[in-house]
């Protein structure tokens, strides 16, 4: 890919957009740009129309989303469903009428069945029921990925969706109301132990398995898709590994330092019991993960601590 490509990063002050764009610009690309949502409102068709064919990008990396936890999925089904379709649809229709050449589409591995066998393959998609707490942002990426597909197959065009498992890193979302599982327990360990070692109070029983890859390393699989024409529509990214919830949270209190201790509630809810993607397509392909999990939670610790009083408050 020629580094004076003009590469739009939808998203771009996001934990995964602005880890795509430190990436580009580490790897000498020099015509990266980006709007904040105050900027461009990507729910507004008509303004991603004329922004796109203004800006005549030749790469457009969608990673701009409503996103949250379990709670704020379950508490704003419309605004998961509604807002994501907008960004989403919008940006792809205009990308394509504007003749952009390469389209990253960024979804989630909660677009994959509940009860679907693990690890998780490409081909399970649409096979079965999703998991209700989170459908109504699995429906939207799912419309996501068949646009890419639905492109390709009328079109021929280079446009791709890439899968993250869950994610976790620098410039992570560590409001509890609205935040994933791990920025959640750094912040709850953290606080405790600050709070003189006061119990942990943490949702549903534990047992669930989880896989979780640093953002950086996404980053390298976005540039990897960039770099590539690769051949499908549809690719896992993630580790390959998973943990336990609760080995999870053993984890982050040994980092933390917090000594008091971890009550389960269970009567919050588990989620899926097991998400674990299957990455071998990706690997086949020549990508890996490089980050181990106790270093990355250990790096997002200390990015945590050094920006503790301007770590992003998500309102919805
Ligand atoms: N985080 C994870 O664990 C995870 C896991 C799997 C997949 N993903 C996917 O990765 C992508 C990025 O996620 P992330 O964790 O980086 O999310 P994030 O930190 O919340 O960033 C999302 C970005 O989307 C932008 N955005 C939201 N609504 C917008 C709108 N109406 N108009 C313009 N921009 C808008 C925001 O822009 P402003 O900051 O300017 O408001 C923000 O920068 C998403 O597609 C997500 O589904 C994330």
């Known amino acids: 890919m020629n580094k004076d490509k003009k590469i739009y990063i939808a998203g771009h002050n996001g934990m995964v957009g602005s880890a795509v764009y430190r990436a580009l610009q580490k790897k000498g690309y020099t015509n990266i740009i980006g709007k904040s949502s105050k900027e461009l409102d990507l729910k507004e068709q008509a303004a991603v129309r004329e922004f796109m064919a203004t800006e005549k990008p030749d790469v457009v990396i969608d990673a701009a989303a409503r996103v ?178 609760k080995e999870l949270a053993e984890t982050i209190q040994k980092i933390t330092g917090h000594t008091g201790e971890i009550i389960w509630d269970s009567t919050k809810p588990d989620g899926t019991p097991r998400k674990l993607m299957d990455v071998s397509k990706m690997h086949g392909l020549g990508w890996s993960h490089k980050m181990n999990l106790e270093q990355g939670i250990s790096e997002t610790y200390n990015w945590f601590l050094d920006n503790i009083e301007s770590v992003k408050k998500v309102t919805i």
């Open 68 to 245: 949250g936890g379990i709670l704020a999925n379950n508490d704003y089904p419309y605004q998961f469903l509604m807002e994501n379709m907008l960004i989403q649809n919008n940006l792809v229709d205009a990308a394509l009428k504007n003749n952009v050449d390469k389209f990253i589409f960024l979804g989630s591995s909660c677009i994959y069945p509940k009860y679907a066998p693990q690890p998780l393959k490409e081909e399970y998609l649409l096979t079965d029921s999703l998991e209700p707490t989170n459908e109504w942002y699995a429906v939207a990426k799912i419309t996501g990925v068949k646009a890419t597909e639905a492109i390709r197959k009328q079109f021929g065009k280079d446009y791709v969706s890439l899968m993250p498992t869950n994610l976790y890193g620098t410039h992570d979302n560590f409001d509890l109301n609205t935040s994933h599982v791990l920025p959640a327990m750094i912040r709850k360990f953290h606080e405790a132990k600050q709070n003189g070692n006061t119990p942990v109070v943490l949702w549903g029983s534990g047992t669930p398995m989880r896989e979780f890859l640093f953002v950086d390393d996404m980053a390298e699989g976005v540039i990897f898709a960039l770099e590539n024409v690769l051949p499908d529509n549809l690719y896992n990214v993630g580790t390959g590994e998973d943990i336990t919830i």
